[in-house]
């Protein structure tokens, strides 16, 4: 999938903001969770996304899904990482 059809396909399902996100290698963040749902496609390098003790490991060309509020720590591979992410609010209940 290219950068293009991402974007398109982020659209459609509703991502309002989307960015390019960029780490350096080292890059460390701990548990935390966001506000939105998040998706994005890795453009370079690679992440790593822990989930209740589960690491998650996306290289360049896979995509990555979180839900609202799911616990999480990251970290970017020894190259760093580039991707391009979408932010989906969740409505109020």
Not at 44 to 57: C, L, S
Not at 71 to 84: I, M, N, T
């Amino acid at each position: 999938m290219n950068i293009q059809e991402f974007e398109t396909q982020l659209k459609s399902q509703g991502y309002q903001v989307i960015a390019s996100v960029e780490q350096p290698a080292g890059y460390a963040m701990s548990e935390h969770a966001h506000a939105f749902d998040a998706c994005a496609l890795i453009t370079h390098g690679d992440f790593t996304i822990m989930v209740d003790g589960h690491p998650r490991h996306y290289a360049a060309g896979d995509v990555f899904r979180l839900p609202a509020g799911t616990l999480h720590s990251e970290s970017a591979g020894p190259q760093g990482v580039k991707y391009l992410a979408g932010r989906r609010s969740k409505e109020p209940s």
